[in-house]
């Protein structure tokens, strides 16, 4: 494990302790610990040391975001949006606007991506939102629902139409025209700061434009790859905590005279527990040394991880909770909070169901050159 691995482990420990319940219950994690975070370069971790980052690999990226979804969803939800605003502005801005934007990434300014509509969810390509050309800037209209992080965030890289393309235009939350409600009461990650965001003739610089004239679904797919990778790892994590709680908890309650453990029904629920974390651990292995290696499996291998990690929690967290019984119903609860925050996965970064189409196309695709 990298020394700044393990540091990074060591910080988000103490950052947590046990307060993630706490912060389940009021829907709010500490602005200050965020800020904190991302001046040690934990929430984007795989920004370039020149510009003050860690340089993380995929993989080592990976372990601390695995790590973080066992302690918090919400606070891993924070982590997969910054890295998000990273990533998209790393592969779509020029020399000068990476050096400005990650340097602040790194220096406590926190950042969210804002994709979804109240009419464009899985279908991105009906995305309403323009950037449009003026004198010389930019005015950006549209309205954003569920953009995760956003009630913390000091920039939004906002994804819109522009001229006969796409473009990501990177938008100050205190632009004048900008308006942040948050999402009241979510079921899931209920402290990632999810918002609601509008923009109302916000004017900007040109050079505040990424990507301008791009296709807006190699837009829309650029950041995605990102998250779909962010979030697999993320419920790794989920698993881990629901694997050690149903674990510790079955071992030690007894039930008709011996361990809830021995009792063939619930032992099966624990392994049923170990293989899916062990399942989606090596899919996102895979996946992260694929983007390590910028290999052409790359797109797939993310697809896989995303799929197989967010099903697997999903079911496995309502596992854990049957193994828990009552202990799992209290409100703020680890494993309670696993079987929201799970679900939850099921549908960001692109469905389940979307995930499937693309698995689907990929095996007919495959099959169809193989003859």
């Known amino acids: 494990m990298p020394d700044w691995l393990a540091d990074a482990r060591a910080v988000l420990d103490a950052g947590v ?18 800020r904190a975070l991302g001046k040690r370069g934990v929430l984007c971790a795989e920004v370039p040391a020149a510009y003050g980052g860690l340089a993380a690999t995929s993989v080592d990226n990976g372990a601390l975001t695995a790590h973080a979804g066992a302690l918090c969803s919400s606070l891993r939800s924070v982590m997969t949006s910054q890295g998000m605003a990273a990533w998209t502005i790393s592969r779509l801005g020029d020399a000068g606007q990476r050096r400005r934007y990650l340097s602040r990434l790194v220096d406590g300014d926190l950042a969210a991506v804002a994709f ?55 938008v100050p939350t205190d632009a004048p025209g900008v308006t942040v409600t948050p999402v ?70 007894h039930q008709f005279g011996k361990p809830l453990a021995e009792h063939q029904l619930v032992a099966g629920h624990l392994a049923d527990l170990l293989a899916a974390e062990r399942a989606a651990t090596a899919v996102c292995e ?61 549908l960001i970064e ?10 689907a196309q990929h095996a007919v695709s495959g099959t169809t050159r193989g003859r």
């Open 184 to 253: 009241a009461h979510p079921s899931g990650c209920r402290a990632a700061g999810h918002a609601d965001v509008r923009l109302d003739g916000v004017r900007l610089p040109a050079d505040a434009v990424l990507g301008g004239g791009q296709q807006l679904a190699m837009l829309v797919t650029t950041a995605l790859a990102y998250g779909r990778m962010s979030v697999a790892w993320g419920c790794v994590g989920i698993l881990r905590a629901c694997l050690t709680e149903a674990s510790a908890h079955a071992a030690r309650r």
């Open 350 to 359: 692109g469905t389940n169901e979307i995930c499937r189409l693309l698995l």
């Open 17 to 34: 302790g046990d307060s993630a319940a706490e912060w389940d219950l009021a829907g709010l994690l500490p602005e200050d610990l965020l």
């Open 286 to 346: 895979h996946a992260s040394r694929c983007w390590d290696d910028r290999s052409p499996e790359l797109v797939m291998a993310t697809v896989v991880a995303k799929y197989v990690s967010s099903t697997s929690a999903a079911r496995c967290a309502a596992d854990a909770v049957q193994v828990l019984g009552s202990v799992a119903a209290r409100d703020g609860h680890v494993v309670a909070r696993a079987y929201r925050d799970a679900k939850l996965m099921e």
């Open 116 to 170: 979804s509509e109240a009419d464009a969810g899985s279908d991105l390509s009906a995305i309403a939102t323009t950037i449009t050309s003026d004198g010389d800037g930019v005015v950006v209209d549209g309205q954003k629902v569920w953009t995760t992080a956003a009630r913390y965030a000091d920039l939004i890289v906002v994804v819109g139409r522009h001229g006969d393309g796409g473009a990501a235009v990177v």
